[in-house]
């Protein structure tokens, strides 16, 4: 057993789990369930209660006001808004009086969030819980397309999709915005709906709609593990209770936007699922889970890819550094008939069945970039040396550009080696005389990962945010007033009425199209939901024979940033970044993004 052959059987092993993780995933996404929701049969019956929480800890005002606000305006008879404010900010209770929602705060903040929830549960009357992490606004229809599905007496939680407004860590660090989905996008709307298939959906601590009886059942929410969401769903499933997922938008949050922001939110969910398998309630102790159930909630992903991204970006150096065979190739035939479409098929299926949000390079970039921290993660959760402690992930104005020093050092490193390893190998061949027919693929590889640490470069270093507010597409008429022209001692008087083009609109601006022939005025104001908005022209362009426009909004007041907000965020519009991509949109952005990076 010399050096090369510890690497042999260490690749074999690698592969071998890595094929179990692929197998258990292509199982469960063999089946699928997209539901509706069903007609409401209660007729006169009395409306069961519901109450929307939003839990908090540190996150910024600009952050939690969206939230609240887009919280109030769901329709639903009698439906209380209530803050749950673990920091014990004074500031934050007198905004709560001013939006007049309810604030609920505790004498000792242990637990981290399931203790924050528990304490606002032992509290509450309610028959259902709404709970929307305080980055998420809700969508104004979130009840009403989730509560008749309670319906079924053994329903502990629907979950709905987690979407965002704001291009994540990928789409910002590589230039795409909304070219391509973002990093969630294939689990929540592919992969959710085929665990959902199996019966295994699970609670993901926001955009979800739950049952407080079932939640009692079970203790409340358990504070064993800093993934309390998911160990929620198991400790349900095991007292009889069933998990939904509704595959329909019902909110809009913030991803993570920053690298540091989106690695503690990983690191998060590693260690916490690599925890709970150890626990009683957990996939490997707990005889009333069922077999999938099992399969499912096992942290195959986090114990194995890691490992396995680790080897296949040094596979290309070992091998052609040692002649390690990786493959046996009899004829040339072999490795452009049987090799190379093995290779095409397998990086395109996935992007294909996930209608494109599974973009090839792109996403297997990332994969790259998340084994480095998430190797690291990993042992220390199987070796139980993981903390215990809940750290939130940073949003809004906590957030500053930054990158990932070891990643970057580790990536370059990577780099280096593959094109030494390269010349190396093309050398000795050279010298040798021989035609190892391995050799072609194993520079293909090479040149493939050396692709993928391009963008894997690009990707751990931040690019500034330059909006300090998300667009959301509006393509609708909207009247503005003009004023007269007056004095500086008169006060303005409306003078004519517009109806123009609203192209987009943010929280603090809006772009529209202005198609009269009078010249633009310079004030203006914009009526939402009956109350009136100043508006200050800041530039406009001529595109066509006619007036594109930008103006700041003056939503100042409680009154106007109540009514602008609760538009925005009402569910009738799309934000600028999100997109429909399909396999070829897909294809054509992981082509920008490796230009891009180049």
């Not at 929602?101 to 505790?106: E, H, I, K, M």
């Not at 929830?117 to 259902?128: G, I």
């Not at 992969?191 to 955009?207: K, L």
Request: hydrophobic residues 45%; glycine residues 6%.
């Amino acid at each position: 057993f010399g050096p090369t052959t510890w690497l042999a059987w260490t690749y074999l092993v690698i592969e071998t789990l890595a094929l179990l993780e692929s197998g258990v995933f292509w199982l469960s996404l063999s089946r699928t369930l997209e539901r509706v929701t069903p007609t409401s049969t209660q007729g006169g019956v009395e409306q069961p209660s519901v109450e929307i929480w939003i839990p908090t800890y540190r996150e910024p005002f600009e952050v939690l006001e969206k939230s609240v606000l887009a919280a109030k305006a769901v329709d639903y008879p009698g439906l209380r808004v209530k803050v749950l404010d673990d920091g014990n900010r004074p500031w934050l209770e007198e905004r709560c009086r001013v939006w007049q929602v309810d604030y609920v705060t505790r004498p000792e903040h242990t637990h981290a969030k399931a203790g924050n929830l528990n304490h606002s549960l032992a509290l509450t009357t309610a028959d259902f819980i709404v709970t929307m992490d305080a980055d998420f606004a809700t969508h104004r229809d979130f009840v009403r397309a989730t509560l008749p599905f309670f319906a079924d007496p053994r329903l502990a939680v629907l979950q709905t999709p987690q979407t965002f407004y704001n291009p994540d860590m990928v789409q910002q660090n590589l230039g795409l915005g909304g070219g391509v989905a973002d990093e969630q996008a294939l689990f929540f709307r592919e992969i959710q709906p085929a665990r959902d298939a199996w019966g295994c959906a699970f609670y993901c601590g926001s955009c979800a709609m739950l049952r407080t009886a079932a939640l009692r059942d079970i203790g409340g929410f358990p504070s064993e593990s800093i993934t309390e969401d998911q160990l929620t769903t198991l400790k349900l499933m095991a007292n009889g209770w069933t998990t939904q997922f509704l595959n329909r938008q019902l909110s809009v949050g913030l991803a993570a936007e920053s690298i540091d922001a989106f690695f503690i939110q990983r690191d998060r969910w590693c260690k916490g699922a690599i925890e709970i398998m150890f626990l009683a309630d957990g996939p490997l102790r707990n005889p009333q889970l069922s077999l999938m159930q099992r399969l499912l909630y096992m942290p195959f992903y986090w114990l194995i890819n890691p490992f396995f991204q680790l080897a296949m970006m040094l596979a290309p150096v070992v091998c052609l550094m040692t002649g390690l065979s990786i493959m046996r190739i009899e004829q040339t035939s072999d490795l452009y008939m049987l090799v190379m479409p093995t290779v095409v098929v397998n990086l395109f299926s996935l992007s294909w069945i996930s209608r494109g949000r599974y973009s090839p390079i792109i996403s297997s970039s990332l994969s790259m970039v998340m084994a480095v921290r998430m190797a690291r993660s990993a042992v220390a959760g199987v070796l139980r040396r993981s903390s215990t402690v809940f750290k939130v992930t940073p949003k809004g104005s906590q957030i500053s550009a930054s990158s990932d020093h070891l990643i970057f050092r580790t990536i370059l490193g990577l780099t280096v080696l593959t094109l030494v390893a390269i010349v190396y190998a093309g050398w000795v061949n050279q010298q040798a005389g021989a035609a190892d027919l391995a050799m072609p693929w194993l520079i293909f590889l090479g040149v493939f990962n050396l692709l993928h640490f391009l963008v894997a470069l690009v990707l751990v270093k931040d690019r500034p945010r330059l909006r300090s507010e998300e667009r959301f597409q509006i393509d609708a008429s909207l009247n503005l007033t003009s004023y007269e022209p007056q004095d500086s001692g008169r006060l303005a008087t409306p003078y004519q009425v517009h109806t123009v083009q609203v192209i987009d609109m943010s929280a603090n601006g809006l772009r529209f199209i202005w198609r009269s022939p009078q010249p633009l005025p310079e004030r203006m104001s914009l009526e939402i939901g009956g109350v009136a908005l100043g508006l200050r022209l800041q530039r406009q362009a001529s595109q066509d024979g006619v007036v594109v426009a930008v103006a700041h909004i003056l939503a100042e007041s409680p009154d106007q940033r109540e009514a602008l907000i609760q538009f925005l965020f009402s569910g009738r519009f799309e934000p600028v970044v999100q997109s429909k991509p399909g396999l070829i949109g897909a294809l054509k952005q992981t082509a920008r993004a490796v230009l891009s990076a180049s």
